[in-house]
Nanobody, 123 residues
Framework: QSHLVESGGGLVQPGTSLRLSCQASGLRFQYYAVAWFRQVPGKEREGLVCIGSSGDKYYVDSVKGRFTASRDNAKSTVELQMSSLKPEDTGVYYC?????????????????WGKGILVTVSS
C-alpha cells in the first residue's frame, strides 16, 4: 500500500520559518513528480511547487523567494522550507506524487495524496 505522510506543521508567528516534510512509502518515488499543495477553507486546493522526476522545480508566484522545496530520492522524502511566513499562508498543506513531470506548479497527473497537515500563521 502506498502512502504519503506529512509532518512539521503547527502554529507559527508571521515572519518566521517552518519546514514541512513528506515521507513516501510503497511507491517508486524517484520516478514521480512530487508537489506541495495548500488549501484554505472555501477555496480550491492550490499547487505551490512541483519538483519533476528530473529535479526541475516550478513555484507559484505567491511563494517564489520565500518557499524552497527539495526532494531526496534515496530517502523518499520531499521537504518544503517556508520562510517569511504570512497569515495568508495559513492552510492545510498536502504533498502529492504522480506523473513524471510538472505542468507548472502541479504534476501532470496525481496518483497519490497525503492526508494533509495544518499550518497556522498568526500572532
Amino acid at each position: 500500500q502506498s502512502h504519503l505522510v506529512e509532518s512539521g506543521g503547527g502554529l507559527v508567528q508571521p515572519g518566521t520559518s517552518l519546514r514541512l516534510s513528506c515521507q513516501a512509502s510503497g511507491l517508486r518515488f524517484q520516478y514521480y513528480a512530487v508537489a506541495w499543495f495548500r488549501q484554505v477553507p472555501g477555496k480550491e486546493r492550490e499547487g505551490l511547487v512541483c519538483i519533476g522526476s528530473s529535479g526541475d522545480k516550478y513555484y507559484v508566484d505567491s511563494v517564489k523567494g520565500r518557499f524552497t522545496a527539495s526532494r531526496d530520492n534515496a530517502k523518499s522524502t520531499v521537504e518544503l522550507q517556508m520562510s517569511s511566513l504570512k497569515p495568508e499562508d495559513t492552510g492545510v498543506y498536502y504533498c502529492a506524487a504522480g506523473g513524471f513531470y510538472c505542468s507548472g506548479a502541479v504534476p501532470n497527473s496525481i496518483n497519490y495524496w497525503g492526508k494533509g497537515i495544518l499550518v497556522t500563521v498568526s500572532s
